[in-house]
C-alpha cells in the first residue's frame, strides 16, 4: 500500500493567519494531487486539485506541489474560524484510479 | 456532494444481520467508490467500479460484496455484521465534465453494528 502522510495535528492559528498544511506521499509516479476538507459528521469536500510542479491558487487557498521531493501542501491565507476542519490529502496514480488518502490534519483556527 | 445520493444515512445493526447500502448519481458516470472512514485510519477504499458490470476490490473488501447493475447505482452489501464493520461509508463519483480521478463525495451513511 503506497502510502500518504499528514501530521495529524491539531494545527492551531489564529484568525487572520496563514495556516500551512503538508503532505508527503511514496510513489514517485503519482499523477494527481487533491486537498479535500471535512467537517466534523459531513463528507469530504473538494477544495483543490494539483497535476503539476507548482503553486495553484484559487481565492485564500494555493496548493504547492513538488515531484522531486514528493511533497504537496496547502496554504491557508487569512484563516477563518469556519475554516476549523479536518483536511485530507489525497493522492492516486493515474485518471480514473481510486484515491489514496491520508489520513488527515486536524486545523483550528481561534479568534 | 451535488449528484451522489446515499441512503440510509444512518443504520445500527445486531451482529450477523444483514444489509444493503445504496448509492446512486445522477452524471452519468462510469467510476463509482466505496470508501469507509474510521477515526484514526482516514478514508479507506473498499471497492470500485470503473464501469456498469465491473467491479473490484480495494484496500480492505472482506466482509462485503458490491453490485454494479446499471450506470447509476452501485450498492455495497453486509451479508453478516461484526462490530468491526461500524464506520461511516461514503460513496464517490466523478463529475460530468471533469478528471475522472476528481471524486466527489456523497453524504455517508453512519452505521453502528452491535
Known amino acids: 500500500q503506497k502510502e500518504v502522510e499528514q501530521n495529524s495535528g491539531p494545527l492551531s492559528v489564529p484568525e487572520g493567519a496563514i495556516a500551512s498544511l503538508n503532505c508527503t506521499y511514496s510513489?514517485?509516479?503519482?499523477?494527481?494531487f487533491f486537498w479535500y476538507r471535512q467537517y466534523s459528521g459531513k463528507s469530504p469536500e473538494l477544495i483543490m486539485s494539483i497535476y503539476s510542479n507548482g503553486d495553484k491558487e484559487d481565492g485564500r487557498f494555493t496548493a504547492q506541489l513538488n515531484k522531486a521531493s514528493q511533497y504537496v501542501s496547502l496554504l491557508i491565507r487569512d484563516s477563518q474560524p469556519s475554516d476549523s476542519a479536518t483536511y485530507l490529502c489525497a493522492v492516486n496514480l493515474f485518471s480514473g484510479y481510486a484515491l489514496n488518502f491520508g489520513k488527515g490534519t486536524s486545523l483550528l483556527v481561534t479568534p | 456532494n451535488a449528484g451522489v445520493t446515499q441512503t440510509p444515512k444512518f443504520q445500527v445493526l445486531k451482529t450477523g444481520q444483514s444489509m444493503t447500502l445504496q448509492c446512486a448519481q445522477d452524471?452519468?458516470?462510469?467510476?463509482m467508490y466505496w470508501y469507509r472512514q474510521d477515526p484514526g485510519m482516514g478514508l479507506r477504499l473498499i471497492y470500485y467500479?470503473?464501469?456498469?458490470?465491473?467491479?473490484d476490490k480495494g484496500e480492505v473488501p472482506n466482509g462485503y460484496n458490491v453490485s454494479r447493475l446499471n450506470k447509476r447505482e452501485f450498492s455495497l452489501r453486509l451479508e453478516s455484521a461484526a462490530p468491526s464493520q461500524t464506520s461511516v461509508y461514503f460513496c464517490a463519483s466523478p463529475p460530468t465534465g471533469e478528471r475522472t480521478d476528481t471524486q466527489y463525495f456523497g453524504p455517508g451513511t453512519r452505521l453502528t453494528v452491535l
Open positions: 510513489d514517485r509516479v503519482s499523477q494527481s
Open positions: 452524471m452519468n458516470h462510469n467510476s
Open positions: 467500479s470503473a464501469s456498469e458490470g465491473t467491479t
